[in-house]
């Protein structure tokens, strides 16, 4: 029900929620010296514009609960609720737990974001997209030239990019140092993989060991932590690794964490236990906002990625299971897509893109500009700033964001 307030600026919102809902939303709202009821308004304004339908949460037991939201605002909330088929508590439910996601408590140092960038399947272009990624969120937003997108949009993702951001050569074949002109550590030299392995033998911090991307574009924001070649005995070093084997790569990266705002990894083609550990290092930290960290998908539109993409949310489904954490699954990129080769990558893109969740972030072409790039073991974005491949890096990073 809803009653006009004396002044007529706002109604009053009366329906149930979750006792676990309504505490959470107290203690939230007093953290950031926030009105209940603003909170609340936020939410639904928040739910009404979510593109993707949001988890169902369980109602049972909800209680009476009243606020004061703009005049208006509750009959469009009880249209959309209709429109969506949820019930006026469940979607009240759905858009304070959205407030909450979105609106963690402040920390005392946010982590940065850390973003996996996995499938097993090797060649769907995960180093490309890797690096192209970490690219577009470290790139000078005021250089973009966005044809489809108005100066409001572009002022809005300004203010979200230019970020400081590492990428991590995980991937023992090293390809994404090898694009960007730098040699992978020999074995034996200190590397990712001994600050994972042998902490207490290593001799520098590993922030010494990153190199910087030298391109205009990226200022002085766009690291990579080369691969080492000892990375192809990672997951046998693992096995006799003596503290908790899924946080290893994560011990390693901590003392980093402090110098950026996302980390990139390049994760190797396999099922292993090296690649365990990266998806518990993209796990969704205690406060983190919904959609920070987790995991981007390259895959072709082809049934052979579709397998590995079923074995890669086994292993996911298994690790979340074991240590009863959450991984998000951020979205997939479609790569390499070409229309010509006819029925079996058309249906397939279908068929990505009816998934919803996750949703497809992009879909790039074939296209010759990453080739040349990685030729001239340039950055695409500096090296063809304008082209189309390039476009879609920046489309992926503000999905993102």
Same mark, same amino acid.
């Given at each position: 029900m809803?009653s006009?307030?004396s002044?007529?600026?706002?109604? +009053?919102?009366?329906?149930k929620? &979750? #006792?676990s809902?309504?505490q ?20 639904? /304004?928040?739910w ?6 949001l ?5 049972a037991g ?15 909330f ?9 019930s ?21 140092s #946010? &982590? ?32 973009w030239?966005?044809? #489809?997108?108005?100066s409001?949009?572009?002022?809005r993702w ?16 090293g390809?994404?140092s090898? /694009?960007?002109?730098? +040699? ?22 590993l ?50 964490e402090?110098?950026?705002d ?6 190797? &083609?396999?099922l ?12 969704? $930290? ?28 086994? /292993? ?5 299971g ?13 790569? +390499? ?13 279908? +068929? ?14 074939d ?7 990685v030729?001239? /073991?340039?950055?695409?974005l ?5 082209s ?10 503000? $999905?993102?964001?």
């Amino acid at each position: 029900m809803a009653s006009p307030t004396s002044g007529g600026e706002r109604e +009053k919102l009366v329906s149930k929620l &979750p #006792a676990s809902l309504r505490q959470a939303l107290k203690v939230r709202a007093a953290q950031l010296s926030t009105d209940v009821q603003d909170a609340v308004t936020s939410g639904i /304004q928040a739910w009404r514009e979510h593109p993707e339908p949001l988890p169902v949460v369980d109602t049972a037991g909800a209680e009476s609960f009243g606020t004061w939201l703009p005049e208006g605002l509750y009959d469009d909330f009880k249209r959309d609720c209709a429109t969506r088929n949820v019930s006026y508590i469940q979607g009240l439910a759905q858009a304070v737990a959205l407030w909450l996601d979105q609106n963690p408590a402040a920390l005392e140092s #946010a &982590p940065p974001r850390r973003i996996i960038v996995c499938n097993q399947k090797g060649g769907v272009g995960k180093t490309a997209v890797t690096a192209g990624l970490a690219q577009a969120l470290a790139e000078d937003p005021t250089l973009w030239t966005d044809k #489809a997108s108005s100066s409001e949009d572009l002022a809005r993702w300004a203010a979200r990019l230019g970020l400081r951001v590492l990428m991590v050569d995980y991937d023992p074949q090293g390809h994404l140092s090898h /694009q960007l002109g730098l +040699k992978a550590i020999p074995a034996g030299g200190e590397s990712l993989i001994t600050h994972m392995l042998n902490r207490e033998q290593v001799r520098s911090p590993l922030i010494d060991l990153t190199v910087a991307i030298d391109e205009p574009r990226f200022g002085d924001r766009l690291r990579i932590l080369p691969a080492a070649f000892d990375a192809f005995l990672l997951d046998s070093g693992l096995t006799m690794f003596r503290g908790p084997r899924h946080a290893a790569l994560e011990r390693a990266l901590s003392p980093l964490e402090e110098h950026f705002d996302v980390i990139v990894i390049d994760s190797p &083609p396999s099922l292993g236990l090296a690649m365990d550990a990266a998806i518990y290092y993209g796990r969704r $930290r205690d406060g983190e906002r919904t959609g920070a960290s987790g995991l981007v998908i390259p895959v072709e539109a082809e049934d052979t990625s579709a397998q590995a993409y079923g074995m890669l949310i086994n /292993q996911v489904g298994s690790l979340t299971g074991d240590y009863d954490i959450e991984v998000e699954q951020l979205g997939l990129v479609v790569n +390499k897509y070409d229309s010509r080769r006819g029925f079996i990558a058309t249906s397939s893109l279908d +068929k990505w893109k009816s998934l919803g969740s996750p949703p497809v972030l992009a879909v790039i072409g074939d296209l010759k500009e990453q080739r040349e790039a990685v030729r001239l /073991q340039r950055a695409l974005l500096a090296y063809s700033p304008e082209s189309d491949q390039a476009h879609h890096m920046r489309e992926i990073a503000r $999905r993102l964001t």
